[in-house]
C-alpha cells in the first residue's frame, strides 16, 4: 500500500539483531531495532553491525527505525537521571547515524503502570518538560523523528509536551486496546502527528500477540484509518508489527495481505527523505 512501509523487530528468530534482520529483509519493508543497555547487559550494535545493517539496508530496500532502551526515565525526577536519558539518546542517535533511520521510538516512561503515570503527576510532567527540552536544544531540526510512544496512561497527558516541542507519535494501538481507552477518540487526535504505529494482538489482557489472536474487527478499523490518513495527508509512515517469534509474524502478515492486501515488500517503495 502506497506510503505505508511494513516492518516487523529485529527479535523474530531466537539470535542477535543482524542474524534478525539478515532472516527478515526479503519480508518485511522495515525493521525496528529494539535496543536494550544495563550494566549486566547490551544489545548496542558495535560499529561493524552498523556497516553490515546499512549494506543490507541498501541492499534490500530496508528502512530502520530504531526503539530506545526502556530503562531511561526522562520524568525521573533526580537530575542524573535525566542526564543519562539525554546520553542515551545522544549515543544511540550517534551510533545508528549510518542507517539513516525512519524514526526514533521514545517511551515518556511512567513511575507508576496504569491510567496515572506517577504518584506526583505534575512534577513528573515537568521533569519530562526539562528532559524533551534539553533534547529538542540538541535535535531540534529532526524533532519530528523523535516518536513518542502510548503507553498505559492516556495520551493527552503528555501530548502538550509533544505538540510543544515538536514531535510526532509512535501509535501503538496494541496498548489502547489493552488499557481499554476508546479507539476512535485516540485514532481522531494521534493520527495526523502519527510518524510510527505498532500493531498487535490482545487478547485476555496479554498484547504482543499475532492478529491471529486479537480482534479482528478492531484491527480493520484501525488499518483503515491508518490507511485513510496516509492517503490524506500523503506522508509515509511504518506500520511495525510488533512481535517476537516467526509463528506470530508468518500470522500476522498473512493476516494483512488476506484481508488489507498488505503484507511486507509489496505495501511501498523506498521511504522518502526524513
Given at each position: 500500500?502506497?506510503?505505508?512501509r511494513?516492518?516487523?523487530?529485529?527479535?523474530?528468530?531466537?539470535?542477535?539483531?543482524?542474524?534478525?534482520?539478515?532472516?527478515?529483509?526479503?519480508?518485511?519493508?522495515?525493521?525496528?531495532?529494539?535496543?536494550?543497555?544495563?550494566?549486566?547487559?547490551?544489545?548496542?550494535?558495535?560499529?561493524?553491525?552498523?556497516?553490515?545493517?546499512?549494506?543490507?539496508?541498501?541492499?534490500?530496500?530496508?528502512?530502520?527505525?530504531?526503539?530506545?532502551?526502556?530503562?531511561?526515565?526522562?520524568?525521573?525526577?533526580?537530575?542524573?537521571?535525566?542526564?543519562?536519558?539525554?546520553?542515551?539518546?545522544?549515543?544511540?542517535?550517534?551510533?545508528?547515524?549510518?542507517?539513516?533511520?525512519?524514526?526514533?521510538?521514545?517511551h515518556?516512561?511512567?513511575?507508576?503502570?496504569?491510567?496515572?503515570?506517577?504518584?506526583?503527576?505534575k512534577?513528573?510532567?515537568?521533569?519530562?518538560?526539562q528532559?524533551?527540552?534539553?533534547?529538542?536544544?540538541?535535535?531540534?531540526?529532526?524533532?519530528?523523528?523523535?516518536?513518542?510512544?502510548t503507553?498505559?496512561?492516556?495520551?493527552?497527558?503528555?501530548?502538550?509536551?509533544?505538540?510543544?516541542?515538536?514531535?510526532?507519535?509512535?501509535?501503538?494501538?496494541?496498548?489502547?486496546w489493552?488499557?481499554?481507552?476508546?479507539?476512535q477518540e485516540?485514532?481522531?487526535?494521534?493520527?495526523?502527528?502519527?510518524?510510527?504505529?505498532?500493531?498487535?494482538?490482545?487478547?485476555?489482557?496479554?498484547?504482543?500477540?499475532?492478529?491471529?489472536?486479537g480482534?479482528?474487527?478492531?484491527?480493520?478499523?484501525?488499518?483503515?484509518?491508518?490507511?485513510?490518513?496516509?492517503?490524506?495527508?500523503?506522508?509515509?509512515?511504518?506500520?511495525?508489527?510488533?512481535?517476537?517469534s516467526?509463528?506470530?509474524?508468518?500470522?500476522?502478515?498473512?493476516?494483512?495481505?488476506?484481508?488489507?492486501?498488505m503484507?511486507?515488500k509489496?505495501?511501498?517503495?523506498?521511504?522518502?527523505n526524513?
Amino acid at each position: 500500500m502506497k506510503n505505508i512501509r511494513t516492518g516487523t523487530t529485529s527479535y523474530i528468530i531466537p539470535d542477535d539483531i543482524l542474524p534478525n534482520v539478515r532472516y527478515l529483509a526479503d519480508k518485511v519493508d522495515d525493521i525496528e531495532l529494539v535496543l536494550f543497555e544495563s550494566e549486566q547487559m547490551s544489545n548496542l550494535p558495535d560499529e561493524h553491525t552498523i556497516k553490515e545493517l546499512a549494506l543490507l539496508g541498501e541492499s534490500h530496500g530496508l528502512s530502520y527505525t530504531v526503539h530506545f532502551p526502556l530503562d531511561i526515565y526522562p520524568g525521573s525526577a533526580d537530575p542524573e537521571e535525566r542526564t543519562r536519558f539525554l546520553r542515551t539518546v545522544q549515543r544511540i542517535v550517534t551510533l545508528t547515524e549510518p542507517l539513516h533511520p525512519f524514526g526514533y521510538v521514545l517511551h515518556l516512561t511512567p513511575e507508576s503502570y496504569g491510567p496515572v503515570p506517577s504518584p506526583h503527576p505534575k512534577r513528573w510532567t515537568k521533569c519530562l518538560e526539562q528532559s524533551l527540552e534539553m533534547m529538542v536544544v540538541q535535535y531540534g531540526a529532526m524533532s519530528r523523528m523523535f516518536c513518542i510512544e502510548t503507553l498505559s496512561y492516556p495520551f493527552s497527558i503528555v501530548y502538550p509536551l509533544v505538540e510543544r516541542f515538536d514531535l510526532s507519535i509512535t501509535l501503538d494501538i496494541g496498548h489502547i486496546w489493552l488499557m481499554g481507552y476508546p479507539m476512535q477518540e485516540n485514532l481522531d487526535s494521534l493520527l495526523p502527528r502519527t510518524r510510527i504505529a505498532h500493531l498487535h494482538g490482545v487478547h485476555g489482557g496479554k498484547d504482543h500477540l499475532g492478529l491471529d489472536k486479537g480482534d479482528t474487527a478492531s484491527v480493520s478499523r484501525f488499518l483503515s484509518a491508518f490507511s485513510q490518513q496516509t492517503q490524506k495527508d500523503n506522508v509515509q509512515r511504518v506500520l511495525t508489527l510488533e512481535v517476537f517469534s516467526e509463528a506470530e509474524l508468518h500470522a500476522s502478515l498473512s493476516l494483512l495481505e488476506k484481508s488489507h492486501g498488505m503484507m511486507g515488500k509489496d505495501s511501498g517503495g523506498r521511504y522518502g527523505n526524513h
